[in-house]
Nanobody
């Protein structure tokens, strides 16, 4: 069993930056894939980015490519989502999720059994 806790959300002006954290407890991330997803009001959940702890692979949605990046802290068993050049359309609740297994369908939220509670990101225009 893995428990995930996100933090770091908030209100920022367009063009600003935020860094979200996803801390794991119960088990380490060492053999897992970590995904970031978001959901805006009235919209479906959307893939943002994914990271393979074992392989170091990353995958980003086209909408965030070049603006968002994933990093990790092994000692803290934490993954970060650095978000730069934020836009109002980035406003959403952001969730981290994790799954074991290979680097497959990492963009598909239904593949992830473990989810955090979410953190709100609001970008003002």
């Amino acid at each position: 069993q893995v428990q995930l806790v996100e933090s770091g959300g908030g209100l920022v002006p367009a063009g600003g930056s935020l860094r979200l954290s996803c801390a794991a407890s119960g088990r380490t991330f060492s053999t897992y894939n970590i995904g970031w997803f978001r959901q805006a009001p009235g919209k479906e959940r959307e893939f943002v980015a994914a990271f393979s702890w074992t392989l170091g692979y990353t995958n980003y949605a086209d909408s965030v490519k070049g603006r968002f990046s994933i990093s990790r802290d092994n000692a803290k068993n934490t993954v970060y989502l650095q978000m730069n050049s934020l836009k109002p359309e980035d406003t959403a609740v952001y969730y981290c999720a994790t799954k074991s297994g290979g680097w497959r369908r990492v963009y598909d939220g239904d593949e992830y059994p473990y989810w955090g509670q979410g953190t709100q990101v609001t970008v003002s225009s």
